[in-house]
């Protein structure tokens, strides 16, 4: 029997309303269905806020197949069909994002078919806009016209299927959500058909700061913000260094300079790079370049500027220290890394790829990305190379989400996570944080390591850290005087070397541990 | 809200199937589900809006 005002025409048996029923059915039955039948009431599954929004979509979706069954394929119904699938396939991959990137086989509650449900909803939507192309494809003008059409058999089951997989997840929505103003949870409790152990909440309602990219918006760098004044420190006034030297470096780089090293003629010389000319060498970077200058920092012995846009994003190098077998890293704000060697034989058609100006002085050895932990979603400002446990370093440096100093270290043999920590006082140092305050608050944009410490200059409060690597505690802090924005260190025999982003080097008397001469063999 | 929602989606539902001659009616509540799962999905995300991954 018709419904009032229904047409019959046989252009409405056409097969793509037969494919317009069976794909409502697929989705509703499929993952709808399952999710509320199987997963929910059988296995107690209960969505989060966020899957039941995409549950939400897939039903929608479905209805406007409905509604193409019933009173054909008019646009406004397709441009809806579109529009959901177009924000499913978002709250898809924002949901993907929270979990896209934790180890293997974690996630967030129940896996289908080795997967976890909400990574299948990106997928159905996906699916979902490639079918309505397709239905498109096949929809005729005379499958536009106007009227209700007469549902057959598999229409009809269809709205059946459609009414009951809907109506179960009314059932669940009340016990799992409850009846408004409660919504979805963020970390829902297990289902349950016993009312003493539904749990309604209006959480998510509360007020809070919206954003884009919530923890993800991460300021970068910026000196020119940082506190400067010595007097202000977290740890209060603390003991000055001796300046024996201040003047304008004088060299003819590419910028401001971001990081310096200084590597001294090696006791064995099978094991570190030969010195050029019999003498040390300092190693300065700018945001792309690297030089190579003599022991006095007076003359660029070779240098190259680096396609930091290449493969590999390296940002703006803030770290660099010379590593062993005569190689150098060059490490980027957002912890990516570049490994060169210098040689006077490189070819510089070869090297186009990586490098923008004096491609014929260095060859790239590799370049990757610092993987951390605790460092996660902080920038870095330093890098250093400790001889002794063949390591790279590396410290952060707070940001407008997280004030944290947190020290990495890589093994220089697979530049891989090895040991990673937040250093706290040692209680033999007379040194004690001002209320409120923490070690997090120091800048840090050089380091470098010495007879087993590591000295770390920060740009704010112009401080020297001095952090005992075995121990994982400061153990002296230190100013210096008229130091301004440092951004890098390096130890030559009893000196600290220190750069500053306006170009001026600094020398100050080192600070000699009680129980360790000063070796000249040091390596950063 | 979600209850609510899929309330609002089984009466379309169920328009559509026995009422067709309230097309208008049961497209409008089809829009307003939309409109309360965009809704709802923003507050659930609006400490961070767009997916939280590195960019």
């Known amino acids: 029997m018709m419904a009032p005002g229904a047409t019959d025409s046989s252009v409405k048996r056409e097969p793509v309303f037969t494919l317009v029923a069976l794909a409502v059915l697929v989705l509703t039955v499929i993952p709808v269905g399952t999710a509320v039948f199987w997963l929910g009431f059988v296995r107690g599954d209960s969505p989060c806020v966020m899957c039941w929004e995409q549950r939400m979509g897939m039903i929608l979706i479905s209805l406007v197949g409905l509604f193409v069954l019933r009173f054909g394929p008019k646009p406004k119904y397709v441009g809806m069909a579109v529009l959901i699938a177009c924000w499913g396939m978002f709250m898809g991959l924002r949901h993907v994002g929270m979990h896209a990137a934790r180890d293997v086989g974690q996630g967030f509650s129940l896996e289908i078919m080795g997967a976890h449900t909400y990574t299948w909803a990106f997928f159905i939507y996906w699916v979902c806009a490639f079918a309505m192309g397709l239905l498109l494809l096949m929809t005729r003008p005379a499958h536009l016209a106007s009227g209700v059409r007469t549902l057959r058999r598999l229409e009809r089951f269809a709205f059946v299927a459609f009414m009951v997989v809907v109506a179960g997840n009314v059932v669940q929505a009340f016990a799992s959500t409850g009846p408004p103003p409660f919504m979805g949870q963020s970390d829902p409790i297990r289902f349950s058909f016993n009312p003493a152990h539904w749990h309604w909440s209006a959480e998510e309602w509360k007020p809070s700061k919206w954003a884009l990219r919530g923890r993800w918006a991460v300021d970068k760098p910026d000196l020119a913000q940082v506190p400067t004044d010595p007097a202000k420190s977290p740890l209060g006034a603390l003991p000055a260094l001796t300046v024996t030297a201040r003047r304008p470096l004088g060299l003819a780089l590419d910028g401001a300079p971001t990081d310096l090293a200084y590597l001294a003629l090696p006791a064995d010389p099978a094991a570190a790079q030969p010195a050029v000319d019999g003498t040390g060498q300092f190693l300065l970077t700018t945001a792309a370049g690297v030089y190579l200058t003599d022991a006095s920092l007076s003359k660029i012995r070779r240098h190259t500027i680096v396609d930091v846009g290449y493969s590999v994003d390296l940002g703006r190098f803030a770290g660099a220290a010379f590593l062993d077998n005569g190689e150098l890293i060059a490490v980027g704000e957002n912890k990516s890394y570049v490994v060169l060697k210098p040689n006077d034989k490189a070819n510089a058609d070869s090297n186009f790829q990586y490098f923008l100006e004096s491609r014929d002085q260095f060859d790239e050895v590799s370049r990757s990305r610092f993987g951390t932990v605790r460092a996660r979603l902080l920038y870095i400002m330093s890098a250093a190379y400790d001889r002794a446990s063949n390591s790279v370093y590396t410290l952060t440096v707070p940001n407008n989400v997280a004030k944290r100093l947190v020290v990495s270290r890589f093994d220089r043999r697979d530049l891989t996570l090895s040991e990673e920590f937040v250093p706290t006082l040692a209680k033999d140092a007379g040194l004690a944080l001002a209320k409120d305050r923490s070690l997090g608050e120091f800048v840090v944009t050089g380091a470098v390591v010495a007879d087993g410490q590591l000295f770390a200059v920060s740009a704010a409060y112009s401080a020297v850290l001095v952090l005992d690597l075995a121990t994982h505690r400061i153990t002296a802090a230190y100013t210096i005087p008229g130091l301004v924005r440092p951004t890098g260190i390096a130890v030559k025999n009893d000196s600290f070397y220190i750069v500053g982003d306006d170009g001026t080097l600094t020398v100050v008397r080192r600070p000699m541990p009680a129980t360790a001469a000063p070796r000249d063999s040091t390596l950063r | ?55």
Do not use: C, D, Y
């Open chain 2, 1 to 55: 809200m979600e209850f609510l929602n899929l309330v609002l989606i089984l009466v379309g539902a169920f328009l559509v199937l026995k009422k067709p001659e309230q097309e208008r009616v049961a497209f409008r509540m089809l829009i307003v589900s939309t409109l309360l799962m965009v809704l709802l999905f923003t507050v659930a995300t609006h400490t961070g809006l767009l997916p939280g991954v590195n960019f």
